[in-house]
């Protein structure tokens, strides 16, 4: 639970809303004007578009534990990934506009029904929302684990005013090459952003830490999705982390599917191959890094687990 009071955490959501308009959340600082009526990259505006709220089972096991993740899961981004498995939301904009109120009772449901924190899903555009909302929740008695999950494109900047509310960070680390996140995921600059958003996130959180029933409570988890054809830059993805600290867990993630506008693509319109993730953890243990959560690759057919539907979000946001 962070460690601000809810009056703190309010006025970080004030603060925070004085970057929405013009827009500087995130690096793109696309300088949108939100609250006048415009969307920025990220096709939001100035209210939560959410598309839903459950208790995730398909997280890292120290993430969803016994009782699930109290995934909330949100509409918009501010990547451009060409196969993004959550496009219906990410790029689609499948979801519905909820109020403070509302987020807040979403927060307090899943603690109740037992999931082990709250895991923000693509929280960087809707930051001042979703902190009012906590601040609420707080006051309130919410008081499990926070877990910002993003895609590692965040201002080390804005992280810096999350210092004392996110409890785990789950950031990505796509890429180790510029050129390769520029052509699939429009991310100018991401290998210098990401690294700098995740040395604040480790000066924050540190490295992971369990519970006696293993169960994270803080620090820093970082994922990997290994990309056909070595185009995630994994190597330098693992010197980059093991320059930080050779502690730092990394999820390797093996489920890479095709679809959204990758279906038909020279590279990404195939799954890797077992080899290809096998050479891949072999770069990890030459990394020096030592703690990695892996994926069975014979598991990949088993897709549901992977991909979820977005398709009816109303079902899945708790109704009082
Ligand atoms: S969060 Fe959205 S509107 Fe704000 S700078 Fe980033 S892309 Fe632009």
Redesign the pocket.
């Known amino acids: 639970m962070p460690t601000i009071s809810s009056t703190e955490l309010f006025k970080r959501s004030q603060e925070l809303n004085t970057?929405?308009s013009p827009?500087?959340?995130?690096?793109?600082?696309?300088?949108?004007h939100?609250r006048e009526g415009?969307?920025?990259?990220?096709?939001?505006g100035d209210t939560v578009l959410l598309s839903s709220v459950l208790p995730h089972h398909g997280e890292e096991p120290p993430i969803s534990g016994i009782h699930g993740s109290g995934t909330v899961f949100l509409s918009?981004c501010?990547a451009g990934c060409i196969f993004c498995q959550n496009y219906q939301i990410s790029h689609l904009k499948m979801g519905q506009i909820i109020s403070i109120e509302e987020l807040s009772q979403q927060y307090l449901h899943l603690q109740k029904t037992g999931c082990h924190n709250i895991n923000w899903v693509t929280p960087?555009?809707h930051l001042p929302f979703l902190v009012e909302a906590l601040a609420d929740a707080v006051s309130k008695g919410l008081t499990i684990p926070l877990v910002y999950n993003t895609n590692g494109y965040d201002r080390h900047e804005i992280l810096q005013l999350l210092d004392g509310i996110v409890d785990i960070y789950l950031p990505d680390m796509k890429y180790g090459s510029d050129h390769w996140a520029e052509q699939f995921s429009k991310l100018p600059d991401y290998t210098a952003i990401s690294v700098a958003a995740i040395r604040e996130m480790y000066r924050q959180v540190g490295t992971l830490q369990l519970d006696k029933n293993h169960i994270a409570q803080r620090g820093l988890l970082i994922r990997h999705l290994v990309l056909p054809e070595g185009t995630a830059g994994s190597s330098k993805v693992f010197q980059s982390i093991a320059a930080i600290d050779p502690q730092i867990p990394v999820s390797i993630m093996a489920q890479y599917h095709p679809c959204y506008q990758a279906i038909s693509h020279p590279i990404l319109g195939k799954r890797i191959t077992l080899k290809e993730y096998q050479q891949v953890l072999e770069v990890f243990e030459e990394s020096g890094l030592g703690n990695a959560y892996l994926q069975d690759i014979t598991d990949l057919e088993q897709q549901d687990t992977f991909f979820p539907d977005f398709e009816k979000p109303a079902d899945r946001i708790f109704k009082k």
């Open positions: 970057l929405l827009c500087e959340l995130c690096p793109r600082r696309c300088l949108a939100r415009q969307s920025g990259y990220c096709q939001l918009g501010n960087t555009p």
